[in-house]
C-alpha cells in the first residue's frame, strides 16, 4: 500500500502517467538469476510487495443532563398556553398528549415541556400545536455567539476551512486557485456550535504522526493500558508502529502528521494551522515507512489496534490496486464489533474507481467505510482525483492544503550519473551500463542506462537489444548530513525487460562499496522485472543514519534467452528528514487530504452526540453538505460542510437497554 498524496515532481506531468505500476515487480522464476546464483532467487523470492464552546445551559437545578442536538434541544419544547387557562389544565393538557411540564418560563403561559421519548422535537411542535388552551408550540433553540475565528497564524491561507477567495501562495496545483468565495466546509460556523473533539479518538493510520509537533502535541491520545492487535498487554503507549513494530509511532515521511494536523491542529492558539477539531485525541498508528510503503499485514495489525483501543474513527489516506479480502475483513470487523467508521481515499488516477481496477479500499462494500473524492478551491473535482458513482461517497477540499509536517526535508538530486560506479559482466554492447543524456518531452535529464541508448526512455534514435547472461551493477555512495533522522531513495524507471527473467534489482548499504556484494536480502529493496514505462519509485534507507556514508545502486541481470531494451534510470534524489524540527508546515494535494476532513468532521460529530453509531455519522454526511456538480462523479453529490452537519444534527435512536428477568 502507499500514501495517496499527488506528488508533484516534474516527470509525473511530462511522462503522462500518474505512478501506476506497469510492470511486475516480483520475480519467481530462476532463470532471473544471470550471475548471481540461488541467492538472487532468494532475493526475488523473499521481497515484499481550546476556547470553550457555548451551550444553553440547564433551564433547572434538578435538570442532570441535556443532549444538544444542533438547532435545538433533544426531547423538550416550549408550549404557549393561551390566557385563560390555569396550571391544572395545562398538566392535564400535557400529559394526555404524554408529556410532562418541567418548569414555567414565563408568567405569561409559557412552559417547558419534557415530551414522550418517542416523540421526536418535530412531532411534538405538531401535535401540541393543535391541542385545545395552546396558543402555539416551538423547539427550545440554541443560540451561539457569532462566528469563532481562530487566531492561528496560517488560518487565512486554510480555504477549505473559510473560502475567501483567497489565493494559497504555497500551492502548486493551480486551477481555481484563487477559487469561489463561500466553496468550504463552513467551518467558522460549525465552530459556534463545538470545537472539541475529545469525546471520540480518531486513529491516524498512516506514516505515523510527529507527536511533538508544536502544533499537535498536546492534542495527542496516550494510555496506561493499551493491548495490542491481538489484545495482548502493552502498558503505556501512545500509539504503535507497526513498520518497526515497536511503541513509537515516530513520523519519518511526513505524510501521516500532514493528515494530524487537518483532523486536529491545536486551533485558537494563535500558531500554524486550525485543524477541524481544535482539541482531538489522535491516536497514531504506523503501518507505513518512511517512503510511504506498508503490507496488508501491518495495516490490518493497526486498524486492529486502533480499534481494540477505543478509536471510533479511522483515518486510512492511502491505496493500493486491486481488491484485498484481508484487508476487507479488517474494515469489517472494526465496524461490527467496535463501532469504527474508517474513511479513506479514492486515490490520483484521475479515474473511474472499480472493484478490478484502481482504488482498494476505496472500492470495499464495508458497510462502515466512506471513501472521499479530492475537491479545489471551487468546489470542483480536482483533476488527479479518482471518482465513481457507487464506491466514491462525497469530495472533500484536497488541493493546496496547508498543514503540520513532521520535520525539515532536505532533498538532493542527483545531475550527474558520471561519478557512479559501473562494473559490467563485459564491455560488449548490450551488457553494459552507461550514461548519457536523454531527451524526454523536449527537456534534457542526466540518464543511467543499460545498454547505453535513450530509445527505451523517448523511443528515438536506435534501439539497442541488451545482452543474455548479463551481470552488472551501477552503484554510488553518498554521505548523510548529521542530524538526519530518515534517509530515503527515488528515482523513475524505464523498463523492458523479459517478465519474470530479465530485470534489475535495487539495493543499498550502510558504508561504501557495492551494496550487492556480499548479497544481503535484507537490503534488496525491490526487483523490477517487464514493463515499466517512466514509473516513480521511492525506499526507505533505514540502515543510513545521519552522519554515516551510504552505498545505493542498480544490479541488472538477464538469463540465457530473449532480451529487450533494457533498463533507464533518471532524476534519482537523496531525501532527509530532521524529525527534531517542530515548527514545519507543507502545502501539498491529493485525496490523502481530502480524507481528513471528512475524518475530522466525523469526529467532531461523535464527539458532539456521543450516542451515535457509525451508521449514524454516515448517515448525516451523506445528506447533509453542499450540493456540487458531480452526480455523474461521486455518489451521493456532496461537498463536505461543518454546518450543515453539526448544525442540524438529528437525535440518534435511543439505546435498547434489556431487562434482566
Not at 532475493?43 to 444553553?56: D, I, N, R, V
Not at 489484545?231 to 500532514?258: E, F, V
Not at 535513450?454 to 537489444?465: A, E, K, L, R, S
Amino acid at each position: 500500500m502507499k500514501y495517496i498524496m499527488k506528488r508533484s515532481l516534474i516527470l509525473a506531468i511530462l511522462f503522462g502517467f500518474m505512478f501506476a505500476g506497469g510492470g511486475m515487480l516480483l520475480a519467481k522464476d530462476s532463470n532471473f538469476l544471470g550471475g548471481f546464483g540461488q541467492s538472487v532467487l532468494r532475493a526475488f523470492q523473499t521481497f515484499k510487495l481550546p476556547p470553550s464552546q457555548k451551550k444553553a445551559s440547564s433551564l433547572s437545578s434538578s435538570k442532570q443532563t441535556q443532549t444538544i442536538i444542533g438547532k435545538y434541544m433533544a426531547g423538550e419544547i416550549i408550549v404557549k398556553f393561551k390566557k385563560d387557562s390555569d396550571s391544572v389544565v395545562q398538566s392535564y393538557i400535557v400529559q394526555s398528549a404524554g408529556g410532562a411540564i418541567t418548569e414555567a418560563i414565563s408568567e405569561h403561559g409559557h412552559s417547558l415541556v419534557k415530551i414522550a421519548s418517542v416523540q421526536s422535537v418535530e412531532d411534538a411542535v405538531s401535535a401540541y400545536s393543535n391541542l385545545p388552551n395552546v396558543e402555539y408550540a416551538q423547539p427550545n433553540y440554541i443560540y451561539h455567539s457569532t462566528v469563532q475565528v481562530p487566531n492561528d497564524a496560517k488560518f487565512a491561507q486554510q480555504w477549505s476551512l473559510h473560502n475567501t477567495s483567497q489565493t494559497v501562495a504555497t500551492g502548486d496545483y493551480t486551477t481555481n486557485n484563487p477559487g469561489v468565495a463561500g466553496s468550504d466546509m463552513d467551518m467558522e460556523h460549525a465552530w459556534d456550535i463545538s470545537t472539541d473533539c475529545t469525546n471520540t479518538i480518531v486513529a491516524v493510520v498512516d506514516s505515523g504522526v510527529n507527536y511533538n509537533h508544536d502544533d499537535l502535541v498536546g492534542n495527542m491520545w496516550s494510555s496506561s493500558s493499551c493491548v495490542s492487535d491481538t489484545g495482548r498487554s502493552l502498558g503505556n503507549c501512545i500509539g504503535y508502529d507497526y513498520a518497526d513494530n515497536d511503541k513509537d509511532p515516530m513520523d519519518l515521511a511526513g505524510h501521516g502528521t500532514h493528515v494530524a494536523g487537518t483532523i486536529g491542529a491545536k486551533g485558537n492558539n494563535t500558531i500554524g494551522v486550525s485543524g477541524i477539531c481544535w482539541t482531538a485525541k489522535i491516536m497514531p498508528v504506523r503501518v507505513l515507512d518512511a517512503a510511504g510503503s506498508g503490507s496488508t499485514s501491518n495495516i490490518m495489525k493497526g486498524i486492529n489496534f486502533a480499534a481494540r483501543n477505543g478509536a471510533k474513527i479511522i483515518n486510512m489516506s492511502l491505496g493500493g490496486p486491486g481488491f484485498d479480502s484481508a484487508l476487507d475483513s479488517a474494515i469489517v470487523q472494526a465496524g461490527t464489533v467496535y463501532d469504527v467508521l474508517v474513511v479513506v481515499a479514492a486515490g490520483n488516477d484521475g479515474a473511474d474507481v472499480t472493484d478490478s481496477t484502481v482504488g482498494y479500499p476505496c472500492a470495499s462494500t464495508a458497510a462502515n467505510l466512506l471513501c472521499i473524492a479530492a475537491l479545489d478551491q471551487s468546489y470542483a473535482l480536482a483533476s488527479f482525483s479518482n471518482y465513481n458513482t457507487t464506491n466514491v461517497d462525497i469530495g472533500a477540499p484536497g488541493t493546496n492544503i496547508v498543514s503540520t509536517w513532521a520535520g525539515q526535508n532536505t532533498t538532493v538530486n542527483v545531475t550527474d550519473y558520471s561519478s557512479w560506479t559501473l562494473t559490467n559482466s563485459s564491455s560488449s554492447t548490450g551488457s553494459s551500463w552507461g550514461t548519457s543524456s536523454c531527451t524526454i518531452n523536449s527537456t534534457i535529464y542526466a540518464t543511467l542506462l543499460l545498454p547505453n541508448s535513450c530509445y527505451i526512455t523517448n523511443g528515438t534514435g536506435t534501439p539497442i537489444v541488451y545482452n543474455n547472461n548479463v551481470s552488472s551493477y551501477a552503484y554510488t555512495t553518498f554521505s548523510v548530513p548529521a542530524g538526519v533522522d530518515a534517509v530515503t531513495a527515488s528515482f523513475y524507471t524505464f523498463l523492458s525487460t523479459e517478465a519474470g527473467y530479465d530485470g534489475v534489482l535495487v539495493g543499498y548499504k550502510s558504508g561504501t562499496g557495492n551494496p550487492f556484494t556480499p548479497l544481503n536480502i535484507n537490503l534488496i529493496l525491490d526487483a523490477m522485472t517487464g514493463s515499466l514505462n517512466g514509473n516513480f519509485q521511492e525506499y526507505s534507507l533505514k540502515k543510513c543514519t545521519g552522519g554515516s556514508d551510504c552505498s545505493f545502486g542498480f544490479f541488472f541481470s538477464s538469463d540465457s534467452s530473449f532480451g529487450g531494451y533494457g533498463a533507464a534510470i533518471v532524476l534519482t534524489s537523496w531525501n532527509y528528514m530532521d524529525k527534531d524540527i517542530l515548527n514545519v508546515y507543507n502545502t501539498i494535494d491529493g485525496t490523502s487530504m481530502a480524507t481528513p476532513h471528512v475524518a475530522g468532521l466525523a469526529t467532531l460529530i461523535r464527539s458532539f452526540n456521543p450516542l451515535f453509531t457509525y451508521q449514524d455519522t454516515i448517515n448525516l454526511l451523506t445528506t447533509k453538505g453542499d450540493t456540487l456538480s458531480l452526480s455523474s462523479k461521486i455518489k451521493y453529490n456532496l461537498g463536505a460542510d461543518g454546518y450543515k452537519t453539526l448544525g442540524y444534527l438529528p437525535t440518534p435512536a435511543a439505546p435498547t437497554v434489556a431487562t434482566v428477568q
